[in-house]
């Protein structure tokens, strides 16, 4: 441990993440202090608690986005909005309590690739109304859109002129000075000077109350917390996503290996506290790359992010540098922010992505820009298990076969066969058969009942079938003995597949002498079946 390193790593943290956190405070409809008290609670709190030692937790520009849509879309009062923010906590503690954390990371990438880049365009479209010196834009990327003309009408020629100096400096940044200082700080510095001397018209973020948090009781009427607790879950879950996606990069980067269960209680009881206390909600935040970069890799780093913080709001006349720094520098910080969020390697490559991981990518971040985030999640979910459902079809539908067995290869040499004769059926079912392909195994399979006396089931190389499968071979099984002409042997199954069939006795009718344990068996049942005729 490198205490020198790890508070280094913490103060440039704090300085990339402070102008951010007022942003992303005023982003998400809950004001500039909710995005610092928000950055106390979590980056105190997941220090602490947290499974991942070198991440700071703080507000987030994609959870930010998320939560204007909710505080605009559920929220009648500060109550109410901060609710949501504690339920999301408490909804990610039962994921760790639950130890959900290995597979929340497996959400399918071109979901998480359109949600986040469709939260992305939201916070840009919604910029370029301050930027253009009017207010924020309005709720949704369509009526954002639909009022940008009267925007540029309207526009405030000293706020463009400031912002335009803003951007001059993220390609002007460059080098050794870039590397020690990010360009979202000078821009922060350079826009403050530049609104104070050259342009003092420029609307700013005005009146902030600092100084300690008071309590703020959430709401728990029952009405509404049922109607919100979707649009929790899933603020819940974009959360969680993504700091345990960016926790194997931690790990790459720091050659430690994070806890995902502990890191979910510990940014749960983090979002718990941020509501509590009037904060936003959060995940991992632009200033862990900052840290690890400085060299902080333990929990001191994100502790001593939550108490610069701290800090800042404690000393009297903070909130008027606070109050006096131009929106507009602010909107220009976040817009830069905005397109480092987007996934430019997804856009890039997204005429050669698979077709289906394009369809899962767009129908997402359709929804999530014309409906709402929440159906954007339950779309893309939708459509890739439908993804998920073709592919198994095609892959179990592809090693199922079923072909004639000539009577020389069950029968051998006995007396008075005909070689060329093939009264046996073999079907040899795939490593897993599912819901997926139970159509299909119906169609290839039954062609073959109808055609043979004698058939053998091979399950010898069947690792898994679901119920669903289960019934349907169950039901091939019942029609082909249903005459009584027909003798059906089952071969090889395995103790856990042999329990699903076991479950509902899905194999009743098959005599128990027919159920064996390899071919060779099999083969000698169907012979003394046959000399039984």
């Known amino acids: 441990m490198d205490l020198r390193k790890d508070l280094l790593g913490g103060l440039m943290a704090a300085f990339v993440l402070f102008p951010l956190s007022i942003g992303y405070g005023l982003i998400s409809g809950l004001g500039a202090v909710a995005g610092l008290y928000g950055g106390i609670a979590l980056s105190l709190v997941g220090a602490f608690c947290g499974g991942v030692a070198a991440v700071v937790r703080g507000p987030n520009i994609l959870i930010a986005t998320a939560m204007a849509f909710l505080v605009a879309e559920y929220a009648t009062s500060v109550a109410e909005a901060f609710t949501i923010v ?12 639950l130890r959900l954390g290995r597979y929340v990371a497996f959400v399918p990438h071109p979901l998480l690739a359109g949600l986040f880049t469709s939260l992305a365009i939201t916070l840009i479209v919604s910029q370029l109304h301050v930027l253009l010196g009017a207010e924020l834009a309005p709720s949704g990327v369509a009526a954002a859109i639909v009022s940008l003309p009267q925007a540029v009408r309207g526009a405030h020629l000293p706020s463009v002129a400031l912002s335009g100096i803003c951007f001059a400096l993220v390609p002007l940044w460059r080098g050794k000075w870039a590397a020690a200082v990010p360009v979202t700080i000078m821009m922060l510095v350079a826009g403050f000077a530049a609104g104070m001397f050259l342009f003092p018209e420029v609307a700013t973020i005005g009146a ?16 509404y917390v049922t109607r919100i607790l979707p649009s929790a879950f899933v603020l819940a879950l974009l959360s969680a996503v993504m700091i345990l996606v960016l926790a194997f990069l931690v790990d790459s980067l720091t050659g430690s290996r994070h ?8 940014v749960g009881l983090g979002n718990v506290a941020a509501g509590l206390l ?28 939550g108490a610069v913080f701290l800090l800042v709001i404690l000393v009297p006349g903070s909130s008027v540098v606070i109050e006096q720094t131009p929106r507009v520098v602010i909107a220009a910080v976040i817009m830069v922010a905005g397109f480092a969020a987007l996934d430019m390697q997804f856009l890039r490559g997204i005429a050669k992505v698979a077709r289906h991981d394009a369809l899962i990518f767009t129908g997402t971040l359709l929804a999530a820009l014309f409906i709402d985030f929440v159906s ?39 007396p008075g066969m005909d070689p060329f004769s093939a009264r046996t059926g073999l079907v040899v079912f795939p490593e897993q058969v599912t819901i997926a392909s139970a159509r299909e195994l119906s169609r290839i399979v039954s062609p073959d009942i109808r055609h043979h006396r004698l058939l053998l089931f091979d399950l010898s190389n069947t690792q898994f079938v679901d119920l669903t499968a289960a019934v349907v071979i169950s039901q091939l099984v019942n029609a082909a003995l249903a005459g009584g002409r027909k003798t059906i042997v089952v071969v090889g199954m395995r103790p856990e597949v042999r329990r699903t069939f076991d479950a509902l006795r899905l194999l009743a009718r098959v005599p128990a002498d027919h159920l064996v344990p390899d071919l060779a068996t099999g083969y000698g049942v169907i012979r003394s079946t046959v000399s039984e005729m």
């Open 208 to 223: 902030v109350q600092t100084g300690l948090p008071s309590l703020i009781l959430p709401v728990l009427a029952p009405a």
């Open 376 to 414: 954007a999640v339950l779309i893309g979910f939708v459509l890739s298990s439908l993804v998920t459902y073709m592919q198994a079809q095609r892959f179990e539908a592809a090693r199922l076969r079923s072909v004639p067995l000539l009577d020389r290869v069950v029968f051998g040499d006995a």
């Open 278 to 305: 009037g904060g936003m909600p959060g995940s991992v935040s632009t200033g862990t790359l900052t840290n690890i970069r400085a060299g902080g890799r333990t929990p001191v780093s994100g502790a001593t992010v």
């Open 259 to 266: 806890l995902p269960n502990r890191e979910l209680v510990g």
């Open 86 to 97: 504690v339920l999301a906590g408490l909804f990610q503690i039962g994921f760790g309590i």
